[in-house]
C-alpha cells in the first residue's frame, strides 16, 4: 500500500540510515537497493543544508530541495519520529506550486518595473510645474498639480517598495554578508527618525551594545531598520518616546524598536506582515505608508534565520524585536581596523 503512494517514503534507524523506502523515493533519490539499505541518508543525499536540517531536530520545520536522482521535480521533506527511534521521512512533489510562486514573483518584478519609468516622467514633469516661478501654470491648477504630485510620489514609493520585495523573495538573490558593527547603523537611523519626526517633536532614543558585531548584510538592515522607524514616527502620537535598542545576550541578539503610540489590537498582530494588510488603511495612507514595510521586514528576517516578535497595546506602546541567533554574533575586536568588519562609516 505505502509503496504505490504517490509521496516518497522512508524509514530512518536512530542513526538516520536508511531501513526502507518506497518505490518513489527510490526514483526520486536515485538510491541503489539493496546497496544503500543501512548507509546514513546524510552521505547517500551529500547535500550541507539537508544535513544541517535532518541534525538540527527541528521536525516542525520542513526542507525544500530538488530531488536529487530527478531534477525536474521539487520536492518538500518533512520527518516525523516514529516508534522508538525511528524516523519516518516524507517527501512531496512540490514542482507545481514553485511554479506558481516563481510566475507570481515573475509578475511583482515585471510590473513593478514597467511602471517605474513612466511614473517617474510624469513625477518629473510635476515637479517642474511646481515651481514656484513657473509663471505659464494658472492659480487655479496649482492645487490640482500639487496633489497630482504628492500621488505620483506615493505612487513611486510603492513602485520601490514592491521591486525591493520581489528581489527579497528572488531565491537567486544572494547577498553579501559580513560582520557589522551596529553602532553607527543605529545613530543614522536615530537621525533619520528626528528629521521624520519633524514638528511632532517625539523623543528618540538609541542603546547600543557596541562590543559585539553581527553578521548580516549591512544595507538589508538599514533597510529594516529604516522601516520599523518610519512606522514608528507615523503611529506615534506628537511628543511620544521612540527607542531603538541593540543588545545582546546569551541567546542572541536582538534589535527592537519601540514606541508609545497607538498600538495594535492582539488579534491583528498575525496580519501585518502581510502585503498591503493595514489596521486603518485611512490612516496608513494619510501618513504615507506603502502598506509593503512590515512585509520588507520580514523577508530580511528570514534571510538572516531572525525571528520577529511584536508586542502591543492599543494606545499605549508597541514594540518590534528581532532576533538573531548567537551564530551570527561575535565579539567586536576593536572595530575598523579589524578585517572583515565594516564600521558603517
Ligand atoms: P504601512 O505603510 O501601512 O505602515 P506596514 O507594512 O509598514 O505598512 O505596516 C502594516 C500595518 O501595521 C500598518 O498599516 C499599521 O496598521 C500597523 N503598524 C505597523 N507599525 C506600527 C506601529 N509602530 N504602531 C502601530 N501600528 C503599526
Known amino acids: 500500500m505505502v509503496s504505490r503512494l504517490p509521496d516518497a517514503i522512508m524509514l530512518l534507524d536512530d542513526q538516520l540510515r536508511l531501513d526502507w523506502a518506497n518505490q518513489t523515493a527510490v526514483s526520486w533519490f536515485g538510491f541503489r537497493l539493496p546497496q544503500d539499505f543501512q548507509r546514513s541518508l546524510v552521505s547517500l543525499l551529500n547535500l550541507p543544508?539537508?544535513?544541517?536540517?535532518?541534525q538540527s531536530g527541528d521536525y516542525k520545520r520542513s526542507f525544500d530541495c530538488v530531488a536529487p536522482g530527478a531534477p525536474a521535480i521539487a520536492v518538500r521533506i518533512r520527518v516525523v519520529p516514529f516508534r522508538q527511534g525511528q524516523y519516518i521521512l516524507q517527501a512531496r512533489d512540490v514542482t507545481q506550486v514553485k511554479k506558481l510562486e516563481q510566475m507570481r514573483r515573475d509578475f511583482m518584478a515585471n510590473a513593478s518595473h514597467e511602471l517605474r519609468t513612466p511614473i517617474s516622467v510624469v513625477y518629473g514633469y510635476l515637479d517642474m510645474m511646481m515651481e514656484d516661478d513657473n509663471e505659464g501654470i494658472s492659480q487655479e491648477w496649482r492645487l490640482a498639480i500639487r496633489q497630482m504630485h504628492e500621488q505620483t510620489y506615493r505612487l513611486r514609493q510603492i513602485i520601490d517598495d514592491m521591486m525591493t520585495l520581489s528581489r527579497l523573495e528572488d531565491p537567486e538573490y544572494d547577498e553579501e554578508h559580513k560582520f557589522v558593527e551596529l553602532a553607527p547603523v543605529l545613530e543614522s537611523a536615530g537621525n533619520n527618525a528626528t528629521i521624520l519626526s519633524g514638528d511632532k517633536n517625539h523623543m528618540i532614543r538609541t542603546e547600543i551594545e557596541s562590543a559585539c558585531v553581527l553578521y548580516c548584510n549591512k544595507k538589508e538592515i538599514e533597510s529594516l531598520i529604516a522601516n520599523l522607524v518610519s512606522n514608528a514616527v507615523r503611529y506615534t502620537p506628537d511628543k511620544g518616546l521612540i527607542s531603538i535598542r541593540w543588545l545582546v545576550d546569551a541567546g542572541g541578539g536582538s534589535l527592537s524598536v519601540s514606541d508609545t503610540g497607538i498600538g495594535i489590537e492582539a488579534a491583528e498582530i498575525?496580519?501585518?506582515?502581510?502585503?498591503?494588510?493595514?489596521?486603518?488603511?485611512?490612516?496608513?495612507?494619510?501618513t504615507g505608508g506603502t502598506g509593503l514595510g512590515l512585509a520588507i521586514v520580514k523577508r530580511i528576517v528570514n534571510r538572516h534565520q531572525a525571528n520577529l516578535t511584536v508586542e502591543s497595546q492599543p494606545h499605549r506602546f508597541s514594540i518590534f524585536t528581532v532576533h538573531f541567533p548567537p551564530e551570527r554574533i561575535r565579539k567586536n575586536q576593536k572595530t575598523s581596523e579589524t578585517a572583515g568588519v565594516d564600521s558603517g562609516s
Open 49 to 54: 543544508e539537508f544535513s544541517q536540517f535532518i
Open 270 to 286: 498575525p496580519r501585518i506582515t502581510e502585503r498591503f494588510y493595514r489596521t486603518d488603511p485611512a490612516r496608513a495612507r494619510e
